[in-house]
T-cell receptor, first 115, second 114 residues
Framework: AQTVTQSQPEMSVQEAETVTLSCTYD???????LFWYKQPPSRQMILVIR??????QNATENRFSVNFQKAAKSFSLKISDSQLGDTAMYFC????????????FGKGTKLTVNP | AAGVIQSPRHLIKEKRETATLKCYPI?????VYWYQQGPGQDPQFLIS???????DKGSIPDRFSAQQFSDYHSELNMSSLELGDSALYFC?????????????FGPGTRLTVT
């Protein structure tokens, strides 16, 4: 079975500062992918960033980057230069290749960016 | 770019009634997933379809059924609704099952059961 754990239910950061959201996961599969999804108050699920487990290089998307530690099964999200629009619920998700490729989500971290 | 379309966006039903949720995937996407997100919860996988065949089934009640049609749109049918079925139901689509492509989510259907 695959599990995803987000140990920070809520976090806050000042505008323009940097914040890191934590995520750990567990899977016995070798081929898997990790994602961070953002869910703003509109409740739309928006893909933020994706990491292939077979890639050692950490993924980056503009102000968003990840720290992928495969041995530790850790996948944290760093948001640089935080903006008010980053206020949202952030879900870490795991997808194992093969089969249905369903997403398994963590419980989420509610991030508030303060002006 | 075209996105996943879900209808209706909001639905209010009474207990024991039936509801049908529709999902239109992104053009050329052949895989559809349904997720249920209860209040304050993370999305939970319900069921998925690839090329009109069910590919996996998660924590979906027997009262629920779903299918994918020849035009790749999908419908989630929910019968004997219970108060606990009140949730946001997401449909997501992706291209080519087996390639771990990104799943793109629709805006969701908010179902309220009274």
């Amino acid at each position: 079975a695959q599990t995803v754990t987000q140990s920070q239910p809520e976090m806050s950061v000042q505008e323009a500062e940097t914040v890191t959201l934590s995520c750990t996961y567990d899977t016995s599969e070798n081929n898997y992918y990790l994602f961070w999804y953002k869910q703003p108050p509109s409740r739309q699920m928006i893909l933020v960033i994706r990491q292939e487990a077979y890639k050692q290089q950490n993924a980056t998307e503009n102000r968003f980057s990840v720290n992928f530690q495969k041995a530790a099964k850790s996948f944290s999200l760093k948001i640089s230069d935080s903006q008010l629009g980053d206020t949202a619920m952030y879900f870490c998700a795991l997808l194992t290749q093969g089969g249905s490729e369903k997403l398994v989500f963590g419980k989420g971290t509610k991030l508030t960016v303060n002006p | 770019a075209a996105g996943v379309i879900q209808s209706p966006r909001h639905l209010i039903k009474e207990k024991r009634e039936t509801a049908t949720l529709k999902c239109y995937p992104i053009p050329r996407h052949d895989t559809v997933y349904w997720y249920q997100q209860g209040p304050g919860q993370d999305p939970q996988f319900l069921i998925s379809f690839y090329e009109k065949m069910q590919s996996d089934k998660g924590s979906i009640p027997d009262r629920f059924s779903a299918q994918q049609f020849s035009d790749y749109h999908s419908e989630l049918n929910m019968s004997s609704l219970e108060l606990g079925d009140s949730a946001l139901y997401f449909c997501a689509s992706s291209l080519a099952l087996g390639r771990a492509n990104e799943q793109y989510f629709g805006p969701g259907t908010r179902l309220t059961v009274t």
